[in-house]
């Protein structure tokens, strides 16, 4: 890994980018490089064949300043201590820009959960819950899903927890099952979010997205994907609008879907073994009942061509979407980036040096910390709902999730222009400046 690629290097860089322009103290400046807390632990895990093997996993808790720490969990076999660093880092600014109540935290456990057998995750999600029992709660530190881990990981954490605990604790664990307390909704919510700002930076750059009366009779319930937003009386699509998806699991597929019903054409997809285009369009429906089926987008038959995980990157559209990992837009493919609009429902997808690249091309950025976060926006409604005990439709969450974004959206927009900056720059100026705000009115104790 290299200084460029460090995504814990990249973290600390864009804060240093920040600070200059909000002439933060020094101190806080400082302080807000750098996580709080962070937990290393190495666990035995009894395998199937009865080995016993040692993992290694992380949890880092990087501000609590505006509240407890938030923040998935990843399984796979290239977690790094920096790389849940800068994750830890970029989700306390996530919170802090779509402004609830969180600091940011991440965890994960090296392994490769596509090698290993249910009986065997249970083991080691069980195991790790244990280990890092001592930092989470709902009170200190609440984790979700995020890379290879789902509701049945979720739902493990919680009753090892709850077991440790002595009684049910749903407040310990978002992301979980509907059945022991999760929200309606959540499943959705990170590409939901995706698309709510899609739609406004289009709106930005007057792109023609309409509200036919024909699409205002369709929003009328509770069906979770095609108007069902909380666009009553609106109906909104974005009819033809092209759109590209590198990353084809949870955040992507779903953006794939609801995009494809709002009328866009998604045209090229791809996933960690291949891709496929069709400029004529992917019949979504098909594409993902075929990766259910097959593991992989690769050789659908919908499509007229195949292509490489990261080519899909490099088609014409007017929408692309890094849905995968860390680093895939760089300075080697910046120049072959031929889109209006890049919208990171990945976290770090995009380098520094290829960020400066996409503004000075007037390629509009919808970054990572604002276009994934109805993930851990619809993960705090889990919560809030949680501790009640009291739980929303699924109208009620989309509703308040589309609120949410769509504020933070014009926040981040209003400060990009006011600093004549790009989006990014003003979704970190705006985060940041909460965070700081919070810091130096709690002040510093003792």
């Not at 501000?63 to 399984?75: A, D, V, W």
């Not at 029992?133 to 049945?152: C, F, H, L, M, R």
């Not at 509009?364 to 439709?393: C, H, K, R």
């Amino acid at each position: 890994m290299t200084e460029e690629t460090n995504p814990f290097k990249i973290a600390q860089h864009q804060i240093d980018l920040v600070a200059k322009k909000l002439n933060l103290k020094k101190g806080i400046h400082e302080f807000l490089r750098w996580p709080q807390r962070e937990l290393t632990v190495n666990f035995p895990v009894r395998m199937d064949n009865g080995e016993i093997k040692t993992f290694t996993g992380y949890r880092v808790q990087h501000n609590s300043s505006r509240g407890p720490c938030k923040g998935g969990i990843r399984y796979h076999p290239d977690v790094t201590l920096d790389e849940v660093r800068a994750l830890a880092t970029w989700m306390t600014w996530k919170c802090a820009v779509v402004n609830i109540p969180y600091g940011g935290a991440k965890g994960g456990v090296i392994c490769n959960p596509k090698e290993m057998s249910m009986g065997e995750l249970e083991r080691l999600t069980r195991r790790f819950a244990s280990e890092i029992s001592i930092i989470i709660g709902p009170e200190k530190d609440i984790p979700a899903p995020d890379v290879y881990t789902n509701a049945q990981t979720m739902a493990w954490i919680m009753d090892t927890y709850s077991m440790n605990k002595g009684y049910s604790v749903p407040g310990v664990i978002t992301g979980k099952p509907i059945s022991i307390g999760g929200s309606l909704g959540r499943r959705e919510a990170t590409a939901r979010g995706c698309m709510f700002t899609i739609r406004e930076a289009l709106k930005k750059m007057d792109y023609k997205v309409i509200a036919p009366e024909k699409w205002k009779a369709e929003c009328s319930g509770d069906d979770g994907r095609n108007d069902c937003d909380g666009d009553e009386g609106t109906g909104y699509r974005i009819d033809n609008a092209t759109v590209s998806i590198q990353g084809f699991g949870n955040a992507g597929s779903i953006a794939a879907d609801l995009l494809s019903h709002k009328g866009a054409k998604i045209i090229a997809v791809s996933d960690s073994k291949g891709g496929v285009i069709n400029k004529n369009g992917i019949d979504v429906d098909k594409l993902i009942v075929y990766k259910s089926t097959n593991g992989s987008v690769k050789g659908f038959e919908g499509a007229n061509e195949e292509c490489g995980t990261r080519d899909v990157l490099e088609v014409e559209c007017d929408v692309l979407i890094p849905a995968a990992l860390e680093n895939q837009i760089t300075e080697e493919n910046v120049d072959n980036i031929k889109t209006k609009i890049v919208a990171e429902a990945a976290n770090g997808p995009t380098t520094p040096p290829a960020d400066k690249i996409l503004f000075e091309k007037k390629i509009f950025m919808i970054p990572d910390v604002l276009a994934n976060a109805g993930g851990v926006t619809v993960s705090y409604f889990e919560w809030v709902q949680g501790l009640q005990q009291f739980f929303w439709s699924e109208r009620d969450v989309n509703v308040k999730l589309r609120d949410i974004i769509v504020k933070a959206f014009g926040d981040v927009y209003k400060m990009s222009q006011e600093h004549q900056v790009d989006m990014r720059t003003g979704a970190y100026m705006v985060a940041v400046q909460r965070v700081a705000d919070a810091m130096m009115t709690r002040g510093i104790f003792p």
